[in-house]
């Protein structure tokens, strides 16, 4: 592409973050991290931290090099700007690792408001949190994209 249109690049970036976020979520996240990231205090939010970071390396790898090689001319500070948006948001939502089926006050703000918007099917369907869990993410890697495809480098 030696100037692809904003629509190009976006579809181009979303592919890149979604199958950088495959391999991040379940080839480079650390068993103990995937164990831990949804406990309460500070090993909970350490350990996902750790896995956020991995995770956005793994996008930002993948967006980098293949960004390069398919001639993109990404923005970098929009490429890091998306990127800033799926770590965040990628954050909220594995602080709820194990958290789906909780009904108190005390479940995760991204719980209570999926059970507020109907998710009354989570606590019918054991698989519900993380279809939930995948959904957020898929739809924020939709909004990452959009940010990082923005305008091109001239």
Not at 129 to 140: F, T
Request: with cysteine.
């Amino acid at each position: 592409m030696s100037n692809p249109t904003a629509a190009a690049r976006f579809a181009a970036v979303y592919a890149l973050l979604t199958a950088a976020h495959e391999v991040g979520d379940y080839w480079v996240q650390q068993d103990a991290d995937a164990g831990a990231k949804g406990r309460h205090g500070h090993e909970g939010r350490a350990a996902c931290a750790r896995h956020v970071a991995s995770y956005t390396a793994t996008q930002a790898l993948a967006l980098g090099v293949a960004g390069q090689y398919l001639g993109l001319r990404l923005d970098w500070r929009r490429a890091a700007a998306g990127l800033a948006v799926s770590a965040v948001t990628h954050y909220v939502a594995d602080r709820c690792a194990g958290h789906w089926r909780e009904t108190d006050d005390q479940a995760p703000a991204l719980v209570r408001l999926a059970r507020r918007s109907g998710g009354g099917w989570l606590s019918r369907d054991p698989g519900a949190g993380a279809l939930l869990d995948q959904a957020w993410h898929k739809g924020w890697i939709a909004a990452a994209a959009v940010v990082a495809a923005g305008p091109g480098r001239a």
